[in-house]
T-cell receptor, first 111, second 114 residues
Framework: AQSVSQHNHHVILSEAASLELGCNYSYGGTVNLFWYVQYPGQHLQLLLKYFSGDPLVKGIKGFEAEFIKSKFSFNLRKPSVQWSDTAEYFCAVYNTDKLIFGTGTRLQVFP | DTEVTQTPKHLVMGMTNKKSLKCEQHMGHRAMYWYKQKAKKPPELMFVYSYEKLSINESVPSRFSPECPNSSLLNLHLHALQPEDSALYLC?????????????FGSGTRLTVV
């Protein structure tokens, strides 16, 4: 069965620090990849998505992600985080009619 | 309208009650989904409806019964639930089955079973 792994369960950063959250998926075929964010008490919002083409994908709020097929990875990055980025971040892979989520990474940003 | 609306936002029910969760979208999406999310866990897929037909049931207990009356509405009927069913129930929708554009999620119904 296809799976998504997020190895960083809890990340704590100071404002202006750089962020990289890891995401690895198990499926070797064509995949559609997503990053979602869930702010405290709010619904899941799509940050960015990858289907094909340029492996460097830019999303909202200054986030970007790089698809590296050889490493089965789709890591999320942001050069300089803000306190308002405090949230839960989920990587997800879509295949065979299902969107499967990783376990999530809780990001806390302190001023 | 680019939203998925879920009602109610909060629900407390006894183990013998029957209740329903409602989800509505007016984006013309033809695929709709129910997910269950426990605290500090990722959303887990329960059901997929495609063009108003149930296409995926992730081995969900029969005490959860989905219904798709039309392309804009998705219901989840609840009966004889257990306390461990307490969770955030999320509805989502997408263009067609492919989910190529990602899913749009509702804010969820926080369910407590007592």
């Amino acid at each position: 069965a296809q799976s998504v792994s997020q190895h960083n369960h809890h990340v704590i950063l100071s404002e202006a620090a750089s962020l990289e959250l890891g995401c690895n998926y198990s499926y070797g075929g064509t995949v559609n990849l997503f990053w979602y964010v869930q702010y405290p008490g709010q619904h899941l919002q799509l940050l960015l998505k990858y289907f094909s083409g340029d492996p460097l994908v830019k999303g909202i709020k200054g986030f970007e992600a790089e698809f590296i097929k050889s490493k089965f990875s789709f890591n999320l990055r942001k050069p300089s985080v803000q306190w308002s980025d405090t949230a839960e971040y989920f990587c997800a892979v879509y295949n065979t009619d299902k969107l499967i989520f990783g376990t999530g990474t809780r990001l806390q940003v302190f001023p | 309208d680019t939203e998925v609306t879920q009602t109610p936002k909060h629900l407390v029910m006894g183990m013998t009650n029957k209740k329903s969760l409602k989800c509505e979208q007016h984006m013309g999406h033809r695929a709709m989904y129910w997910y269950k999310q426990k605290a500090k866990k990722p959303p887990e897929l329960m059901f997929v409806y495609s063009y108003e037909k149930l296409s995926i049931n992730e081995s969900v207990p029969s005490r959860f019964s989905p219904e798709c009356p039309n392309s804009s509405l998705l219901n989840l009927h609840l009966h004889a639930l257990q306390p461990e069913d307490s969770a955030l129930y999320l509805c989502a929708s997408s263009h067609g089955e492919g989910g190529v554009y990602g899913y749009t999620f509702g804010s969820g119904t926080r369910l407590t079973v007592v």
